[in-house]
């Protein structure tokens, strides 16, 4: 065995030195090796060289310069995506099929994200619904006045007078009474004369509101059939607060219906307070609710302008009334036309005289003028007649005459007639026999 050891050893030892024995060799020609070596390279492009021998650097390979399987699809790439994705939905699913904590979700200081600038947060939301809701007003009020100023109501004294009849009949336990409003409607509704009403009970507390609808309902049927062109208006009250349960009534009684639509509902406000003057007020409504559920419990009122309107003869018989205030028994006497006269002159120089006084303290800057006050003398002024002082004088003489002698005629015209009378009950007497009695005259005979 070592012999063939030996023997293989000399052999290596014996090609080793051969091998160094070539190296050494003188060189050949340059030039006949490098035309040997371009037509070897035309001849074939094949170059042999061994797995660690770099042709192009002659060098020795020290590895590869990129692995030989980038940029290939293999079986060990698709393996581990494979698996990869395996374990993405494995682990998927054990977070799944874990139970939620909750207390670990819990913020570490509760509701912290709710506390936070809380009250910046609660003022904006103010200051929105404040607007909303002044919008909404604004809305309805413009709405309102537009139709307010289309509507003018004419109160007349009869209405008047049963309303505060009604507030005095009222028992001690009310704060108020209402009742229903009758009258007249222009054509197109921009004018309403108040003729008439009738008292409607109900029962009013904090909390609630109770009216009598069937009282209602049959009393104004009853008020059609005595006088049909009466229709319903609206309602009052004997008291100037408006209030939630001032609504509900309102909107009853503009309701469709039994109520006055499409025509807005006068509501009419009149002050009974013992020793404190008498001031009405008329309102008609708008709805403020955002819904219809809303709007059923709540309206805006808009006042309107009124006037009480009397006749000549309506106004002098409540002047004659108006006198027996001052007397114990409340009676009055009869007037005489010169003394009434002579009442109505000095009233009227008292009024010129306050009017005079009024323009005055204007004139010297001592009180605000008033342009309502100036246009109401102004249209009275116009309604006075054109006429000089001698030639109003002499008018007025005239006039006196007439009166005279119209009273003049008038006694003489009654002085005969009581005197015709007289004679005529005197000659009757004179010309008529005395009756005798003939039975009593046959007794006597007998």
């Not at 049927?221 to 609504?247: C, D, I, M, Q, R």
């Not at 009055?332 to 009434?340: A, K, L, P």
């Amino acid at each position: 065995m070592d012999t063939a050891l030996e023997t293989q050893s000399l052999a290596r030892k014996d090609r080793l030195a051969k091998l160094r024995s070539l190296k050494r060799k003188q060189e050949h020609d340059v030039s006949s090796e490098t035309a040997r070596d371009t037509e070897a390279s035309e001849a074939s492009t094949v170059v042999l060289s061994g797995r660690n021998y770099d042709v192009q650097t002659k060098a020795p390979r020290f590895g590869f310069d990129t692995a030989p399987s980038d940029n290939q699809v293999t079986l060990e790439s698709q393996a581990e995506s494979i698996a990869a994705e395996a374990r993405i939905a494995i682990k998927g699913e054990e977070e799944a099929s874990l139970s939620i904590d909750l207390l670990s979700l819990q913020p570490k200081k509760p509701n912290w994200d709710l506390k936070r600038d809380v009250d910046q947060k609660l003022s904006r939301l103010d200051l929105m619904t404040n607007n909303a809701i002044a919008r909404i007003l604004h809305s309805s009020i413009l709405q309102a006045k537009t139709a307010a100023a289309h509507n003018n109501e004419n109160l007349a004294e009869l209405a008047l007078f049963a309303i505060l009849d009604h507030s005095l009949r009222r028992s001690p336990d009310q704060e108020r009474v209402i009742g229903t409003l009758l009258g007249v409607r222009s054509e197109d509704g921009s004018e309403i004369e108040i003729r008439n009403c009738f008292a409607v009970g109900h029962n009013e507390s904090q909390e609630q509101v109770e009216v009598d609808m069937d009282y209602h309902k049959q009393m104004y049927n009853l008020h059609l059939k005595a006088n049909p062109k009466e229709v319903l208006v609206g309602w009052y009250a004997t008291s100037p607060e408006l209030n939630t349960f001032s609504a509900l009534i309102q909107n009853f009684y503009a309701s469709n219906g039994d109520g006055t639509h499409p025509y807005p509902a006068v509501h009419l406000t009149v002050s009974s307070n013992p020793g404190k003057d008498i001031t009405c007020r008329t309102y008609i409504s708008s709805s403020v609710g955002t819904t219809a559920d809303r709007a059923a419990d709540s309206c805006l009122f808009v006042p309107v302008p009124y006037e009480i309107k009397y006749a000549e003869t309506e106004r002098n018989a409540l002047e004659s009334l108006s006198l027996g205030k001052t007397s114990s028994d409340r009676q009055v006497s009869n007037i005489v036309d010169i003394h009434s006269l002579e009442a109505g002159i000095i009233e009227l120089l008292e009024m010129v005289s306050r009017v005079s006084n009024y323009v005055s303290q204007i004139l010297a800057g001592e009180t605000l003028p008033s342009v309502a006050i100036g246009q109401a003398l102004l249209n009275t002024l116009n309604l006075a007649p054109k006429v000089d002082a001698s030639e109003l004088e002499k008018l007025f003489n005239t006039h006196l005459q007439d009166v005279l002698l119209v009273s003049y005629l008038a006694n003489t015209i009654r002085t005969q007639i009581d005197l015709s009378n007289k004679l005529a009950s005197t000659v009757g007497t004179i010309a008529t026999p005395p009756k005798t009695d003939h039975k009593r005259q046959q007794k006597e005979r007998d």
